[in-house]
């Protein structure tokens, strides 16, 4: 064992190198109260990756120093180095989990945004974004794959008299729970969108053959009054159906406006009922609503 006596600058490395190493190791990044400039961002960043290095750097000059040809290490200095290592590693797990822990946050932020952009905040369906470009899609598949595609249009018969009743509030409610009254009568993979207002819709691109059928069962699911609060109001739906024939090219807003028209023709006809776009020729994917709400009112009129 050497026991020469140490040097001042061997004395002021050993009780300055542990020091640094903690320090090293311990110092994380405090949170800001307000955004920096990328310059200045980035100069810190740099600063905490190269900070557990220095105490490391100070460690191996100092054993450097005092190791020379036939001078081994001594049990102190050995210490000194496992314990860098080890501050050295703990630091650098510190900071895999922070970006772990921050990866999740920036994930669940994403995906917050994705379903804000993608959903009504009143009902948490789909919203005319997603609606379209779900519909989009089916008639893609439509017209390439002949694959069928249906879309129900509904809407709420008389709803403003709830609202001048009862107050936006309750209207707020009513809409949510005629939303869940939607989900409960559709299958899992058909879209249920509020387009907006009082206005809801269904696309079918599985089983468009259902359409029928899930629409008579959204009518007597309307039919039944809601319970909130104590008070039992009924609400009802007109529904409008459109299903394009095989190989028809429609785009999104032409087979929308043919829901909306048949839901026009509903409403002629007495309320609380389903009608199915039966029009001729429409001039195709730029037919506009006038002409289809006179081929439809048109067809609803008694002879």
């Not at 199915?276 to 020729?281: A, D, E, I, L, S």
Request: charged share 25%; hydrophobic share 45%.
């Amino acid at each position: 064992i050497d026991d020469r006596p140490l040097s001042p600058l061997e004395s002021a490395g050993h009780l300055l190198g542990p020091a640094l190493l903690a320090l090293g190791a311990l110092h994380r990044p405090r949170p800001q109260p307000e955004p920096r400039t990328p310059a200045i961002g980035t100069e810190h960043d740099w600063l905490h990756l190269l900070l557990p290095y220095v105490p490391v750097t100070a460690t191996g000059v100092v054993i450097a120093v005092s190791t020379g040809p036939g001078n081994p290490l001594t049990p102190f200095e050995a210490y000194l180095g496992w314990l860098g290592l080890g501050l050295v590693v703990a630091r650098q797990m510190f900071t895999i989990v922070d970006n772990t822990v921050l990866l999740d946050r920036v994930s669940e932020g994403q995906r917050r945004l994705h379903h804000q952009a993608y959903h009504d905040p009143l009902t948490g369906l789909a919203n005319r974004a997603l609606f379209r470009e779900r519909l989009t899609a089916a008639l893609d598949a439509h017209r390439q794959r002949d694959r069928p595609v249906a879309v129900l249009f509904a809407d709420l018969d008389d709803f403003k008299l709830i609202n001048d009743t009862f107050g936006h509030a309750m209207g707020d409610r009513v809409l949510r729970a005629i939303a869940d009254r939607l989900r409960g009568c559709v299958a899992e993979e058909d879209l249920v969108a509020r387009l907006g207002g009082d206005e809801f819709a269904v696309v079918l691109d599985h089983r468009p053959a259902d359409a029928a059928p899930t629409g008579e069962r959204i009518l007597a699911a309307l039919r039944e009054p809601l319970l909130i609060d104590g008070r039992r109001i009924g609400v009802g739906a007109s529904i409008g159906l459109v299903v394009p024939e095989p190989g028809e090219p429609l785009s999104a807003d032409a087979l929308l406006r043919r829901a909306d028209a048949a839901m026009y023709a509903s409403k002629r006809r007495g309320k609380g009922a389903m009608v199915r776009y039966t029009g001729g020729n429409d001039g195709g994917p730029n037919a506009d609503l006038p002409h289809l709400l006179a081929q439809a009112l048109s067809a609803s009129r008694p002879a």
